[in-house]
């Protein structure tokens, strides 16, 4: 590309990070403007009171390809989590999780097994079938809700008080009308690689993608207004001038500056963080409940990372998808959930911080095909997870891709 031609990216979550470092690779020089003051979107981690407070839980699933091939793990520090979870059941709690967690794991199987079998069997067969496709495979053919697709594999048992919960904190989606095809995407990373944090917060996934740029590439504050024929707009009434734009902000803005893509409906959550003297669980363990009538995943974060919280204290979230309680009023009945759940006693937990999020994850629909257009013509291209699947896989992938598109056009 001659080296006169300015190449935008406007926004420096993953995937206009992804994309600027495609770019980057392929020797053009490229500006990222960014409208907050720092890069990652929607993966940021803030720092209140010796604590690391992701903004919303969410964790990285190691085994997403489009993530194994940007970053090395070991560069992030990744701290597992329990490979299984806690769930809540009428008669107490029980943990699902392999054997070789101990005897409540060995208990909470045998019970499993004992009293439907053909669950564990069906769970077996998900997770072997999952992890032995390949993706591309998982991701055509026909497609119907995640809803109708576990009722078809499980009992209607497991399905509320296991599977319902769990896939509810995934996709946010507590009514699991998600693409069935999506579920088995993601299952089949759950499978091959567990979940995890890196030790210092989410956001150094961004920031290290943000650091490998050319220094000054990533510009900060600096909010687009609107796209014209050869330049871009900036809010402060600045012009840049532009031969290729990439938009990669959400969805929602994306549409506002491109009338030819079509916005996304959002899933919501709230996430509430709690300082606790004592971790009421010893492992980093979800803990599900899918008893009540919120859908409440739980987790002690610094169990799976110590450095999630100050010395001789622990951090404990508490996420409900399907709602951004920002009125707070939830709150109570969550703290009284979480007592429940962990059989102790939750009035004096200190309340460190709510993040409700009504823009979280785009839905995804059953039939909505798994990749979205990038290119929307000559000189205009799009990214972000709206485009691909709603997950930190999906906004990777779909930053290289607008950038290959950009490159076959103008290389
Ligand atoms: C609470 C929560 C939990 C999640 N849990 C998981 C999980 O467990 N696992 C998983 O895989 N995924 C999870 N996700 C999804 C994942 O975080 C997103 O899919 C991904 O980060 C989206 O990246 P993106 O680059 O597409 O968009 P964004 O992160 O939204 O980035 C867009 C960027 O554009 C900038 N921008 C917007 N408008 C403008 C403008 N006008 N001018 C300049 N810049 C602009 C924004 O500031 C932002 O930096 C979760 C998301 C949330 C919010």
């Known amino acids: 590309m001659p080296a006169t031609k300015q190449v935008i990216v406007i926004g420096a979550g993953l995937a206009g990070l992804a994309a600027a470092t495609r770019l980057t690779q392929a020797g053009v020089d490229v500006r990222v403007l960014e409208r907050a003051g720092k890069p990652g979107g929607r993966v940021a981690t803030d720092h209140v009171e010796g604590f690391r407070l992701d903004r919303g839980f969410q964790v990285l699933l190691p085994a997403y390809p489009e993530f194994r091939r940007l970053v090395r793990p070991a560069r992030l520090g990744l701290r597992g989590f329990t490979r299984g979870a806690l769930v809540r059941e009428d008669g107490g709690m029980r943990l699902l999780a392999g054997p070789w967690h101990g005897p409540g794991a060995v208990r909470g199987v045998a019970r499993m097994v004992g009293q439907r079998p053909g669950d564990v069997f069906a769970l077996a067969r998900l997770s072997v079938r999952d992890a032995a496709l390949p993706a591309s495979a998982l991701g055509r053919g026909g497609d119907h809700t995640v809803a109708e697709e576990l009722r078809g594999r499980f009992s209607a048992e497991t399905v509320e008080t296991v599977l319902r919960p769990f896939v509810a904190g995934v996709f946010l989606d507590p009514d699991l009308m998600t693409s069935a095809r999506l579920f088995h995407l993601i299952w089949r990373s759950f499978v091959l690689g567990g979940a995890a944090v890196p030790e210092l917060g989410m956001q150094t996934l961004p920031q290290l993608l943000a650091d490998r740029l050319p220094p000054g590439t990533v510009e900060t504050g600096q ?187 103008l290389l």
């Open 223 to 409: 909010e687009v207004a609107g796209l014209g024929d050869h330049d871009v707009r900036l809010t402060s009434g600045e012009t840049v001038s532009a031969d290729a734009v990439v938009v990669a902000t959400d969805g929602t803005t994306a549409a506002r500056l491109l009338p030819e893509i079509e916005p996304p409906a959002w899933h919501a959550v709230t996430t509430w963080y709690y300082r606790v003297a004592r971790p009421p669980c010893s492992a980093p363990t979800l803990a599900l409940d899918g008893t009540g009538a919120l859908p409440i995943n739980s987790l002690v974060l610094s169990q799976a990372a110590p450095t999630y919280a100050p010395p001789g204290a622990s951090l404990v979230q508490a996420s409900v998808p399907g709602v951004a309680d920002s009125a707070g009023d939830l709150e109570p009945r969550v703290r009284e959930r979480l007592a429940v759940l962990y059989a102790t006693d939750t009035r004096g937990w200190d309340l460190l911080a709510t993040y409700p999020i009504e823009h979280a994850l785009p839905v995804l629909p059953p039939g909505t095909p798994l990749r979205r257009p990038v290119r929307v013509r000559r000189g205009r291209y799009v990214c972000g997870d709206h485009r691909d699947t709603p997950s930190i896989q999906g906004a990777l992938v779909s930053g290289r891709r607008a950038a290959q598109a950009l490159l076959a056009d």
